[in-house]
């Protein structure tokens, strides 16, 4: 059975969305990221670069949230575009992945958990966040879904992120990118997603972010 490696956070989440979504069964491994599991050397085997998520496949490792969606869905066939929708598939997909997801997890960092407030920092990647979440709200300006009118495999890559986008750019932001909120709120009350939402509950996740976990999770600090 498929292995998800998994921690509650947005890129494992849009993983886990998909396996639910397209009935793959799976087995559940936690990650504890704030304990530094994701460092040790029975999972640095599965993904070298020591983040959530990855996969263990019957043997086939795949790391990364987009390679592994990418994967699954050529796999499985299911929720894929159509070959006419190939080339907006294949640009949403790596916009959210090399935009939404980097820019949104830097404004994080830099806003509520950088020892040094760095207004240069802070304002640069809240633009850059604000700025790839406008260019979603206005494709949803224009279809239902990121692809047009069927939901896709890039509505799944682009929940992961959705689920914080309020922490992101605030709860005032909603108001800004109602068109986000709309595709959030559907995806949410979807069964798949409910499972999901719920998987946090099946491990007591370390949820402190005491100096213990900052010294694992930025661990440049810890090096400076």
Not at 17 to 34: G, N, Q
Not at 125 to 139: K, P, S, T, V
Not at 163 to 177: D, H
Request: glycine letters at 6%; hydrophobic letters at 40%; a neutral charge.
């Amino acid at each position: 059975m498929l292995k998800l490696y998994y921690h509650p956070s947005p890129n494992p989440a849009k993983v886990a969305l998909y396996l639910e979504e397209a009935a793959i069964p799976y087995e559940f491994v936690p990650v504890d990221t704030r304990k530094g599991e994701q460092l040790q050397p029975a999972f640095l085997a599965i993904n070298p670069n020591g983040k959530t998520p990855a996969i263990d496949d019957e043997g086939t490792r795949v790391f990364d949230s987009t390679a592994i969606l990418m994967y699954l869905g050529e796999k499985s066939g299911k929720f894929m575009p159509t070959a006419a929708q190939r080339g907006e598939y294949l640009s949403w997909m790596l916009f959210i992945s090399s935009g939404v997801g980097p820019y949104s997890g830097q404004a994080v960092h830099f806003k509520h958990h950088a020892a040094e407030k760095l207004t240069y920092a802070i304002n640069r990647y809240q633009f850059e966040a604000e700025r790839h979440w406008g260019i979603i709200n206005e494709q949803l300006g224009k279809h239902k879904y990121m692809l047009g009118e069927t939901y896709s495999i890039v509505d799944m890559n682009l929940w992961g992120w959705m689920r914080a986008a309020a922490y992101v750019l605030g709860e005032e932001a909603w108001g800004r990118i109602p068109n986000v909120k709309r595709l959030f709120d559907e995806i949410n009350a979807r069964p798949a997603a409910v499972k999901v939402n719920a998987l946090k509950d099946q491990h007591a996740f370390k949820t402190d972010m005491d100096q213990a976990a900052r010294d694992v999770m930025f661990r440049h600090a810890k090096a400076a």
